[in-house]
């Protein structure tokens, strides 16, 4: 049974984070009759899903979206990732935008956002802070130095989203972070998505510190 009525047209955002996502979210607000959040937020606060499949917290964001009244819904966020066959199975109109930034800038910005933490190492607390916030939104691995790991969650992430554009070819589409900057591919974006009457709004940044 589908807990979210089949009214509006879904979109989810997917990506590594730190390449675009919210600056995605924004160009996707600007559209008339639209509303996304970014990560779940509520009241400025985020709500993105774990990385481990949880079904509760997959059906509270449900909620969330249910409770948005707009032609286009839907959520932008790394995390939702795990996710995408339980927004298949629930979304007969849904479409995905995978954002993609260079692997090595993707790195470099993660290390300077996250400096005393480290989201892909089980570590315990030993050596980092933990965060109750983002630690669980991340998969980890056995790789000890932080910068290798997040290389390999970089390939791990882009490895699922091509097959996931090779399923399904006609509801996904890859979005270079640089293509937010060009007003053809902005328009092209829009209109794949569903967007009528696009409003074209090119070199939107959003999150870059």
Same mark, same amino acid.
């Given at each position: 049974?589908?807990?979210?009525?089949?009214?509006?047209?879904?979109?989810?955002?997917?990506?590594?984070?730190?390449?675009?996502?919210?600056?995605?979210?924004?160009?996707?607000?600007?559209?008339?009759?639209?509303?996304?959040?970014?990560?779940?937020?509520?009241?400025?606060?985020?709500?993105?899903?774990?990385?481990?499949?949880?079904?509760?917290?997959?059906?509270?964001?449900?909620?969330?979206?249910?409770?948005?009244?707009?032609?286009?819904?839907?959520?932008?966020?790394?995390?939702?990732?795990?996710?995408?066959?339980?927004?298949?199975?629930?979304?007969?109109?849904?479409?995905?935008?995978?954002?993609?930034?260079?692997?090595?800038?993707?790195?470099?910005? +993660?290390?300077?956002?996250?400096?005393?933490?480290?989201?892909?190492?089980?570590?315990?607390?030993?050596?980092?802070?933990?965060?109750?916030?983002?630690?669980?939104? +991340?998969?980890?691995?056995?790789?000890?130095?932080?910068?290798?790991?997040?290389?390999?969650?970089?390939?791990?992430? +882009?490895?699922?989203?091509?097959?996931?554009?090779?399923?399904?070819?006609?509801?996904?589409?890859?979005?270079?972070?640089?293509?937010?900057?060009?007003?053809?591919?902005?328009?092209?974006?829009?209109?794949?998505?569903?967007?009528?009457?696009?409003?074209?709004?090119?070199?939107?940044?959003?999150?870059?510190?």
């Amino acid at each position: 049974m589908r807990l979210v009525k089949q009214t509006s047209k879904v979109i989810i955002g997917l990506g590594t984070g730190r390449c675009g996502t919210v600056s995605l979210a924004a160009l996707l607000n600007a559209q008339a009759d639209t509303y996304v959040t970014h990560e779940f937020r509520t009241d400025g606060v985020p709500h993105a899903l774990p990385w481990k499949f949880n079904k509760t917290l997959f059906d509270d964001s449900l909620a969330i979206l249910n409770g948005i009244h707009a032609r286009f819904i839907g959520d932008i966020s790394f995390s939702n990732l795990p996710y995408v066959n339980a927004f298949l199975a629930e979304f007969e109109d849904v479409k995905f935008v995978i954002m993609k930034r260079d692997k090595q800038e993707t790195i470099e910005s +993660y290390m300077r956002k996250t400096e005393g933490r480290n989201h892909w190492y089980a570590h315990g607390g030993n050596g980092w802070r933990l965060c109750s916030i983002w630690d669980d939104k +991340y998969p980890k691995y056995r790789e000890t130095d932080k910068r290798t790991a997040i290389g390999l969650y970089w390939e791990e992430y +882009y490895e699922r989203c091509n097959k996931l554009l090779a399923m399904h070819p006609t509801i996904t589409r890859l979005v270079a972070t640089s293509d937010l900057n060009m007003e053809d591919k902005v328009e092209n974006l829009l209109r794949f998505i569903g967007f009528d009457n696009p409003v074209v709004v090119a070199n939107i940044r959003r999150n870059a510190n």
